[in-house]
């Protein structure tokens, strides 16, 4: 050992690392001239993306690790019942594909410290290493890779871990590049239990459909491939249960865009390049988010329009902000483009405050307004919280004592929302149904009746302000009618003093 250190020391002193290197890359030709096999890298980040491959590979190989793998990595996400299998560090699999063998290697290296990086890297450097012979690489490589794609987009739908996103630290990145913080979404909303019309929903549902199974339009008619979806109405008409139910429907992912966390359209561009195919991007409140007003509704100034950036104000910080055109860009611009199969979905209780650009077909290309709690709502609601039946509901299984009926008539001048109804429901949802449905009856009645009251109130202010306004109207019709008589005895009073001055001069 003694000699082999010597004899290594005069080797690194004689050869600068400059021929050791060429020597060894010569060595390394030579090897691969003679070997049967080729290699592949497919690492996690290619350069500043994330590698949509490593992660497919990721999902295909779990699929057949449980079952060769002989040492694994098993991981369980938070909140999540599915357990995910992976090859260990430096570990090996054999894949074949069409008679073919593939044999992978999961490479974890250590990275080297970084002394400056305007992105901070992982310490550890991933990625995957695919050996197959020479022979079968025209043959495989290309089919292999697709097929590969195509069982990972398989898996991840019959898994059904659709994930929820949000972009907590505004555009900036972690570790590994990603900008979006994620968790399992498990909301249970679907359209069979939204409190909606059939018929609207129907019409939302096929919509969804042909947008879902419309790649091949979208390609002829030079469209990208996205739809955009203008959720309004009171607040409590069930706006975050459709977008949910709309998810499930299509097993997309969410991604919640949270905008005040944004402060600049370049970090605008940056979270929407790191989405995926197949997701809704979400902006709830969009009046609320940002100061995005009706340009209409202004003044034409020639200074810049500062109510349209986020957080503007008086200081010159807002030159650097997110701005409408920014938002327009984001949702029908070129980086609109930059992916395939995505929705976006706007949701606002006052859509009169929004930029008609910002609700333009191509835009916003169906507007659908959340109204007040219709029978056709409330039925369904009857059968989720309280246990009715269509037959029950329709009158045909059990004689009805006119409660069914007086619901449908008061329920739409009392103008409640199905989350006030459905809280009604929950409270009574271990009651007998017929108790619960008269429970709800007395509380449509009294909104009507304090409706009605409030609406013979306001218009006894109304007519109160009105005899105000004719009184004040007649007393000054009456001070105009006396000011020519005040005028007139001034003007003599002022001609008798100048005639007494006049004698006395």
Same mark, same amino acid.
């Given at each position: 050992?003694?000699?082999?250190?010597? +004899?290594?020391?005069?080797?690194?002193?004689?050869?600068?690392?400059?021929?050791?290197?060429?020597?060894?890359?010569?060595?390394?030709?030579?090897?691969? +001239?003679?070997?049967?096999? +080729?290699?592949?890298?497919?690492?996690?980040?290619?350069?500043?993306?994330?590698?949509?491959?490593?992660?497919?590979?990721?999902?295909?190989?779990?699929?057949?690790?449980?079952?060769?793998?002989?040492?694994?990595? $098993?991981?369980?996400?938070?909140?999540?019942?599915?357990?995910?299998?992976?090859?260990?560090?430096?570990?090996?699999?054999?894949?074949?594909?069409?008679?073919?063998?593939?044999?992978?290697?999961?490479?974890?290296?250590?990275?080297?410290?970084?002394?400056?990086?305007?992105?901070?890297?992982?310490?550890?450097?991933?990625?995957?290493?695919?050996?197959?012979?020479?022979? /079968?690489?025209?043959?495989? !490589?290309?089919?292999?890779?697709?097929?590969?794609?195509?069982?990972?987009? /398989?898996?991840?739908? *019959?898994?059904?871990?659709?994930?929820?996103?949000?972009?907590? *630290?505004?555009?900036?990145?972690?570790?590994?590049?990603?900008?979006?913080?994620?968790?399992?979404?498990?909301?249970?909303? @679907?359209?069979?239990? !939204?409190?909606?019309?059939?018929?609207?929903?129907?019409?939302?549902?096929?919509?969804?459909?042909?947008?879902? #199974?419309?790649?091949?339009?979208?390609?002829?008619?030079? *469209?990208?491939?996205?739809?955009?979806? $203008?959720?309004?109405?009171?607040?409590? @008409?069930?706006?975050?249960?459709?977008?949910?139910?709309?998810?499930?429907?299509?097993?997309? /992912?969410?991604?919640?865009?949270?905008?005040?966390?944004?402060?600049?359209?370049?970090?605008?561009?940056?979270?929407?390049?790191?989405? @995926?195919?197949?997701?809704?991007?979400?902006?709830?409140?969009?009046?609320?988010?940002?100061?995005? @007003?009706?340009?209409?509704?202004? =003044?034409?100034?020639?200074?810049?329009?500062?109510?349209?950036?986020?957080?503007?104000?008086?200081?010159?910080?807002?030159?650097?902000?997110?701005?409408?055109?920014?938002?327009?860009?984001?949702?029908?611009?070129?980086?609109?483009? +930059?992916?395939?199969?995505?929705?976006?979905?706007?949701?606002?209780? *006052?859509?009169?405050? !929004?930029?008609?650009?910002?609700?333009?077909?191509?835009?916003?290309?169906?507007?659908?307004?959340?109204?007040?709690?219709?029978?056709?709502?409330?039925?369904?609601?009857? =059968?989720?919280?309280?246990?009715?039946?269509?037959?029950?509901?329709?009158?045909?299984?059990?004689?009805?004592?006119?409660?069914?009926?007086?619901?449908?008539?008061?329920?739409?001048?009392?103008?409640?929302?199905?989350?006030?109804?459905?809280?009604?429901?929950?409270?009574?949802?271990?009651? #007998? =149904?017929?108790?619960?449905?008269?429970?709800?009856?007395?509380?449509?009645?009294?909104?009507?009746?304090?409706?009605?009251?409030?609406?013979?109130?306001?218009?006894?202010?109304?007519?109160? !302000?009105?005899?105000?306004?004719? #009184?004040?109207?007649?007393?000054?019709?009456?001070?105009?009618?006396?000011?020519? =008589?005040?005028?007139?005895?001034?003007?003599?009073?002022?001609?008798?003093?100048?005639?007494?001055?006049?004698?006395?001069?």
């Amino acid at each position: 050992m003694g000699v082999f250190a010597f +004899c290594q020391s005069i080797l690194h002193a004689v050869f600068p690392p400059e021929i050791r290197f060429a020597v060894a890359k010569l060595f390394n030709r030579l090897f691969n +001239c003679f070997s049967s096999y +080729c290699y592949f890298d497919i690492t996690e980040i290619d350069g500043v993306n994330t590698n949509e491959l490593y992660n497919a590979v990721q999902v295909y190989l779990s699929s057949s690790a449980s079952v060769a793998g002989s040492r694994l990595s $098993l991981t369980r996400a938070l909140n999540s019942s599915a357990f995910t299998f992976g090859l260990s560090n430096n570990d090996r699999l054999v894949d074949t594909f069409r008679g073919s063998t593939a044999t992978w290697e999961h490479v974890v290296t250590q990275r080297q410290a970084q002394t400056f990086s305007w992105r901070p890297l992982p310490d550890e450097k991933r990625g995957f290493t695919l050996r197959i012979k020479k022979k /079968d690489k025209p043959l495989i !490589l290309h089919a292999y890779l697709d097929h590969i794609m195509d069982t990972a987009n /398989d898996i991840r739908r *019959r898994n059904q871990d659709r994930l929820l996103y949000t972009n907590s *630290r505004g555009g900036a990145m972690d570790s590994r590049g990603h900008p979006w913080e994620s968790v399992p979404f498990k909301h249970p909303s @679907t359209f069979d239990t !939204l409190a909606m019309d059939p018929s609207k929903k129907e019409e939302i549902m096929a919509d969804l459909r042909d947008f879902a #199974e419309g790649n091949t339009f979208y390609q002829k008619t030079g *469209r990208a491939w996205k739809r955009g979806y $203008l959720l309004y109405g009171p607040p409590g @008409t069930g706006k975050s249960s459709m977008i949910a139910a709309m998810a499930n429907y299509l097993g997309y /992912d969410i991604y919640d865009l949270e905008l005040t966390e944004v402060h600049t359209n370049s970090e605008l561009r940056k979270l929407l390049m790191k989405t @995926t195919s197949k997701s809704i991007i979400v902006i709830e409140d969009i009046d609320c988010s940002i100061n995005l @007003t009706n340009r209409s509704s202004k =003044k034409p100034s020639s200074e810049p329009p500062s109510e349209f950036r986020a957080g503007a104000g008086p200081d010159d910080s807002t030159a650097k902000s997110m701005t409408l055109s920014g938002l327009l860009n984001f949702t029908d611009g070129l980086w609109s483009c +930059c992916g395939s199969e995505r929705i976006f979905v706007f949701t606002t209780n *006052r859509i009169e405050k !929004l930029d008609p650009a910002l609700l333009r077909s191509g835009r916003m290309d169906m507007h659908i307004f959340m109204s007040y709690c219709s029978f056709p709502a409330l039925k369904i609601l009857m =059968k989720n919280y309280v246990g009715f039946d269509d037959g029950e509901l329709d009158g045909e299984q059990e004689e009805d004592d006119g409660s069914l009926k007086q619901l449908e008539q008061v329920i739409d001048e009392a103008e409640i929302t199905p989350a006030d109804v459905s809280e009604v429901l929950i409270k009574n949802r271990r009651r #007998e =149904k017929r108790d619960a449905m008269k429970e709800l009856l007395e509380v449509l009645k009294s909104r009507v009746e304090k409706k009605i009251a409030g609406s013979a109130s306001a218009a006894a202010r109304k007519k109160s !302000l009105n005899e105000e306004l004719e #009184e004040e109207e007649e007393e000054q019709e009456k001070r105009a009618l006396e000011s020519p =008589k005040d005028g007139g005895e001034a003007m003599d009073t002022c001609n008798g003093k100048g005639a007494e001055k006049g004698e006395e001069n």
